[in-house]
Every structure is written in structure tokens, then in C-alpha cells.
């Protein structure tokens, strides 16, 4: 029953530094997401990809990197982490678009940059 | 483009109390509308949805309904409970709600006291 599971939980980053947020679904669904969350913004989308192979930018994409190697795995890279990117981080996903569908969401990477 | 305003928080209830978190939209064409809920230190999960006008929405005593004419999606719920406290999030959806396509309002903190 693992669902959507993304780690870390926690992180804090130095300005400059690299990481990858890892994200990875059990469920065999061809849609994956990124989004993040600020106090007083909601959620916003960052980039998000419609199968393996396949990734487009959401809305704020800037700083952000990601890739789609496999179904289950859409992992978000940071190339130099700035103080901006300091948010709460969920990784969702779903099946095919369709009347019935449903996003399930992570738990959230909390990430600090300092 | 899309956007979604919801009465921001937080609000503060006593028990067994009527709610309402108004929800108004922004789209081009016929979105989907949801309703979704974050506890405190989880991510986001589906609290009901409706693809159509005049659509209603129902789940855990919570309803919502689509209302075109007002472009509204207000969420009731007629007696709330402590362990309602959390975080509700509109969103809207014009790609049917995967994961790819989602537009939130800012969120709403609900705190219900005993």
C-alpha cells in the first residue's frame, strides 16, 4: 500500500548546493507531477510528464530539473540550490487523464536553503 | 488563464458548528472542481469532486456544488467535528484532474475547537 513515496522528508541545503528530490509510485500510473508549496501561494505546478521518456514545464520550472526514465520513478534535481527554493515540495500522480481520475500525492520533502 | 480564490484563514469554529469555505474559479471552457485536504504533516488527498455543472460533490459529510452561473464551488459541511482541522485546498482542472493539470487556491486553514 505504498502509494506515492518521496525522501527525503527533510533537508536543509547550503546556497550553491545539488540535490535530488526522489519520488516514486507503485501504482503503474503514466502521469507524475511536481509541485510546491509556499504559505499563502497554495500549490504550484513545476514540471510534470505524461509517461516514461516524456517532460514538460509547469509553472514555476525555473532552477528545476527533471527526468522520466521509468514509469515509477520522476525524480526533481536542484543544479545549485538558492535561498528562493527554501518550500515544501510534493510529488503526485495518476493515471491517464479521464473524467474519473484522481492526483494522489506524497507525503512532501520539506527543503531549507541557507 | 486559470486561477482559483478562496476565503483565506484561518478560520476557527467550535464543534458541531455549520461550515462553509467559499470557493470561486476562473477558466476558459468547463473545468472539473475539487476539494482537497491536507492533515498536518500529510500531503494532499481527494475530498470530493465534480466534472459538470450542477454537479454535487459528497464525501465524509463534506458537499460541495458546481455552479457555473456564479462560477462557484463553496464546501459545506453541516456539523464539524475536531478532527476536521486542516487544511482544504480548491483546485480546478480543465485536462480532468490528473496530476498534470491541477490549479489551487491558496489554501484554507479550518480549526475547530472542542
Known amino acids: 500500500n505504498a502509494g506515492v513515496t518521496q525522501t527525503p522528508k527533510f533537508q536543509v541545503l547550503k546556497t550553491g548546493q545539488s540535490m535530488t528530490l526522489q519520488c516514486a509510485q507503485d501504482m503503474n500510473h503514466e502521469y507524475m507531477s511536481w509541485y510546491r508549496q509556499d504559505p499563502g501561494m497554495g500549490l504550484r505546478l513545476i514540471h510534470y510528464?505524461?509517461?516514461?521518456?516524456?517532460?514538460d514545464q509547469g509553472e514555476v520550472p525555473n532552477g528545476y530539473n527533471v527526468s522520466r526514465s521509468t514509469t515509477e520513478d520522476f525524480p526533481l534535481r536542484l543544479l545549485s540550490a538558492a535561498p528562493s527554493q527554501t518550500s515544501v515540495y510534493f510529488c503526485?500522480?495518476?493515471?491517464?487523464?479521464?473524467?474519473?481520475?484522481?492526483?494522489?500525492f506524497g507525503q512532501g520533502t520539506r527543503l531549507t536553503v541557507v | 488563464g486559470n486561477s482559483v480564490t478562496q476565503m483565506e484563514g484561518p478560520v476557527t469554529l467550535s464543534e458541531e458548528a455549520f461550515l462553509t469555505i467559499n470557493c470561486t474559479y476562473t477558466a476558459t471552457g468547463y473545468p472539473s472542481l475539487f476539494w482537497y485536504v491536507q492533515y498536518p504533516g500529510e500531503g494532499l488527498q481527494l475530498l470530493l469532486k465534480a466534472t459538470k455543472a450542477d454537479d454535487k460533490g459528497s464525501n465524509k459529510g463534506f458537499e460541495a456544488t458546481y455552479r457555473k452561473e456564479t462560477t462557484s464551488f463553496h464546501l459545506e459541511k453541516g456539523s464539524v467535528q475536531v478532527s476536521d482541522s486542516a487544511v482544504y485546498f480548491c483546485?480546478?482542472?480543465?485536462?480532468?484532474?490528473?496530476?498534470?493539470?491541477?490549479?489551487f487556491g491558496k489554501g484554507t486553514h479550518l480549526i475547530i475547537q472542542p
Open positions: 510528464s505524461v509517461g516514461a521518456g516524456i517532460t
Open positions: 503526485a500522480s495518476s493515471p491517464r487523464e479521464g473524467s474519473n481520475t484522481e492526483a494522489f
Open positions: 483546485a480546478l482542472s480543465d485536462r480532468g484532474g490528473g496530476a498534470d493539470g491541477l490549479t
